[in-house]
């Protein structure tokens, strides 16, 4: 170590170790939609550009699947995506119990062929990443998807 040294051998070990850490695996996508040709869609769309993705029918099903990942206290999940008129849980009720759980830092981007200002301002104070209009512009979603996933 020499006088001009800021770091000691030590650290400088150690963050030569993490740095040749292999790359984390990439975070999956939650699509839930109760649409089915919707999630289907929208998992092929992702499926294109690599990104590994998950669906759900309902809003209770991805509920579901969230508390599962987190009692397994590795979450995979980076990203949800969810439409906004559903059943019982809607898109709105599904974000509301997100954000009172382990889960609040979920980047989310809401997908919608129904929904009026009243219902994005109610999204965007819930802070929701975006609000997507169906159809969609794929590339304006890949982008938003590749971003919120850390993905260049």
Not at 9 to 31: G, H, K, N, T
Request: proline share 4%; hydrophobic share 50%.
């Amino acid at each position: 170590m020499s006088d001009h040294d800021i770091l000691s051998d030590a650290e400088r070990e150690a963050l030569s170790a993490v740095m040749l850490e292999p790359d984390l695996p990439l975070q999956r996508v939650l699509v839930v939609d109760d649409d089915k040709d919707t999630r289907e869609l929208l998992s092929e769309i992702l499926a294109l550009e690599g990104i590994p993705c998950i669906t759900a029918a309902s809003g209770e099903a991805a509920l579901k699947m969230l508390v599962a990942e987190a009692e397994i206290k590795k979450p995979s999940i980076g990203l949800l995506i969810t439409d906004l008129r559903m059943g019982h849980v809607d898109g709105l009720d599904l974000i509301r119990q997100i954000r009172k759980s382990v889960r609040a830092a979920l980047p989310i981007i809401i997908v919608s062929g129904d929904a009026d200002v009243k219902d994005v301002i109610a999204a965007m104070h819930l802070s929701v990443v975006d609000f997507l209009l169906k159809p969609i512009d794929a590339s304006h979603f890949l982008v938003q998807v590749k971003s919120e996933l850390g993905i260049k």
